[in-house]
């Protein structure tokens, strides 16, 4: 191991992982002194909650004043709270502890997913070259590359012909050879001056050749003389050696997207296999025994939308979902579950809040997890968490209310994944609401919108509990506290099944495009 020990590699990437989330909990922190500040300095105490002390992004915190009311809520703003009864929005971003009934201040949703990010980035560096596998091309859709596809050939890797026609030398009228050349045939006879011979698009180009000349744009007559019917250009419809690339050029970066464009351009290039890196493995436990696995909804009971979503979505996140188990409401079955699992990533379902059958926080409180995420100031979804349960190994806690676990996912997961999964970050856009949106006062929202032309179009269903809209949707607009009126830019979160990683064209967007 290149001189040193396992456990020598093994704390040096402890330490980089604590420093990597120590950093982000630094911006967290900034950005909550800026708020408290901002809201007249108001300052609180207390313990955090479960989890290796001073470890949480959730630790209590003050509550929101009037100060800071007064500052972020537009005036003359009547919006009704999110949910009847609640006098006061900002309450759902200050969760109670479940054990000591305090209140904590949710993590900014920017801060949040930088946390998740840089989480995530620790870990894949713990993995190391431990998550790199060099597979196949037929098993390579869908994973990263872990190095950069350097061409092993020039391509193509001789003159070929762009098309089906006459390869002609010098000036015509040509001399057709009674012998065509066909793709695949080794090193075809030279031509001399005033020759010409059939060829097949592919073939290759004989030496001294000119240029080619269409079927369409050529008639030969009795005497089996070829005549051009328009100007022929020197070294036209020929493919030279090397046009695309030549040998050693990089065709794509680490962290490229194994797609079967991709996989295409792997063999045309040379390779049989790739050096990838191995999908995360992730774990879903799904809670919650008012929950039918098929027929209608009944008697209290519902049907489960996120067992069937999941395993998908994190598929195209980059993991490998191992299982998904379903555990009800049952506090000694979720634990043992956690304790037993091996994967990278337990994602749960239901249970982050302070309810009577809420179980997510006292079980990562047994098992000694770090919180690295308690709450998130973001509609739908606040409930969501992330913690660290062992070396190696993080569970993203997602809200039970189907769109707020999108949400969770979104801003949680799909940062820890990307990481992990060793795929490059995604540059953010945004794009001009073409109708307002209704915000909450103090959080972020996440809203369902399509893409129509330049703008992005709000859908209507909405809500925590809704999939009617997401369903539809091409990205989540990421609405400030506020609201955002028409004509607002907004940045887009894309679903993962719309992105295009590599680029529209794989590669510099000036490149010389060959049309035939």
Not at 170 to 196: F, K, M, T
Not at 238 to 257: F, V, Y
Request: glycine share 12%; charged share 25%; hydrophobic share 40%.
């Amino acid at each position: 191991m290149s001189g040193q020990s396992a456990e020598s590699l093994a704390a040096q990437a402890r330490a980089a992982e604590d420093g990597a989330v120590d950093e982000a909990l630094a911006l967290v922190n900034e950005a909550r002194a800026a708020d408290d500040r901002g809201a007249g300095g108001a300052t609180g105490s207390g313990g955090g909650r479960s989890g290796r002390a001073g470890s949480s992004l959730g630790r209590p915190g003050p509550e929101r004043g009037s100060a800071e009311r007064s500052r972020r809520e537009p005036a003359g703003h009547t919006d009704p709270p999110d949910h009847p009864g609640d006098a006061d929005p900002a309450r759902h971003s200050a969760p109670s502890d479940h054990r000591t009934g305090s209140r904590h201040q949710a993590a900014p949703w920017s801060a949040a997913r930088a946390v998740a990010g840089r989480a995530g980035r620790a870990a894949a560096a713990r993995r190391g070259g431990a998550a790199e596998r060099r597979v196949p091309l037929d098993r390579a859709l869908g994973l990263t590359l872990a190095e950069p596809l350097a061409a092993l050939s020039d391509l193509p890797s001789f003159d070929t012909s762009a098309m089906d026609g006459w390869v002609v030398a010098g000036p015509g009228p040509w001399d057709v050879r009674a012998a065509g050349i066909l793709a695949g045939q080794d090193r075809p006879e030279p031509l001399s001056d005033g020759e010409a011979v059939q060829i097949a698009t592919g073939a290759r180009i004989p030496r001294d050749a000119t240029a080619v000349i269409r079927s369409e744009h050529g008639h030969t007559d009795d005497k089996g003389r070829l005549f051009a019917l328009r100007d022929v250009d020197h070294g036209q419809d020929i493919r030279p050696r090397g046009q695309e690339c030549r040998s050693g050029d990089q065709l794509l970066p680490t962290g490229a997207l194994v797609t079967p464009a991709v996989l295409g351009l792997a063999a045309a290039a040379g390779y049989d296999e790739l050096l990838t890196v191995a999908r995360p493995r992730a774990e879903v436990f799904i809670l919650g025994d008012e929950l039918l696995t098929e027929g209608l909804p009944r008697e209290g009971l519902i049907r489960d939308a996120l067992g069937p979503m999941l395993p998908p979505w994190l598929r195209a996140l980059g993991a490998e979902v191992t299982s998904v188990r379903r555990l009800g409401d049952d506090p000694k079955a979720l634990l043992k579950a956690v304790q037993a699992s091996d994967a990278d990533l337990i994602v749960t379902t239901g249970g982050t809040a302070s309810g009577p059958v809420d179980h997510v926080h006292p079980t990562l409180s047994r098992v000694d997890a770090e919180l690295l995420v308690d709450g998130v100031a973001v509609r739908p979804g606040h409930p969501m968490l992330l913690a660290r349960t062992k070396e190696g190994q993080h569970l993203v806690g997602l809200p039970g209310n189907p769109l707020a676990a999108v949400s969770g996912l979104l801003t949680l997961a799909e940062p820890l994944l990307r990481m992990l999964a060793g795929r490059p970050e995604q540059e953010p856009y945004t794009v001009p609401l073409q109708g307002a949106v209704h915000g909450h006062p103090h959080d972020t929202r996440l809203v369902p919108v399509v893409v129509r032309g330049e703008d992005a179009v709000p859908l209507r269903y909405n809500g925590p509990a809704m999939l009617r809209g997401i369903a539809a949707a091409d990205g989540l607009a990421v609405v400030a506290p506020g609201g955002a009126q028409a004509g607002r830019e907004v940045e887009i979160l894309d679903l993962p099944w719309s992105w295009n990683p590599a680029g529209d064209d794989g590669g510099d967007a000036s490149a010389e495009r060959c049309f035939t």
